[in-house]
């Protein structure tokens, strides 16, 4: 078992910086790739950016053309995001997830363990 909580987020304005935190807790082969996802009231949770340990794999959503970066620390006990250049458009419910097997997908129904979710709202 695992369990994720997140922190980080908040309210900026559009071109702004943030940097999501999940700290991981429990079993640590539950979460071999952990990452982050999104979700809008009304619309399906998406997959932001993964990375799983060991085999270094990363894969990110298309629209973040290249404002986010994932990163971690060793046994990925935290896993970071940090978004840059924020758009309206970001504005979601960010969640960390962490799956088992290997595989850098973006599928959430993959994912074995949520957090709780931070919110993160960008103004124009």
């Known amino acids: 078992l695992t369990q994720l909580m997140e922190s980080g987020g908040g309210s900026v304005q559009a071109g702004g910086s943030l940097r999501l935190t999940c700290e991981a807790s429990?079993?640590?082969?539950?979460?071999?790739?952990m990452g982050w996802f999104r979700q809008v009231p009304g619309k399906e949770r998406e997959g932001v950016a993964i990375f799983c340990d060991g085999t270094g794999e990363t894969r990110y959503g298309d629209f973040v053309k290249g404002r986010f970066t994932i990163s971690q620390e060793p046994g990925n006990s935290r896993v970071y995001l940090a978004m840059y250049n924020l758009e309206p458009e970001d504005t979601a419910t960010y969640y960390c997830a962490a799956k088992s097997s290997y595989g850098a997908a973006l599928l959430p129904k993959l994912y074995n363990y949520w957090g709780q979710g931070t919110q993160v709202t960008v103004s124009s």
């Open positions: 429990g079993d640590i082969y539950s979460r071999n790739c």
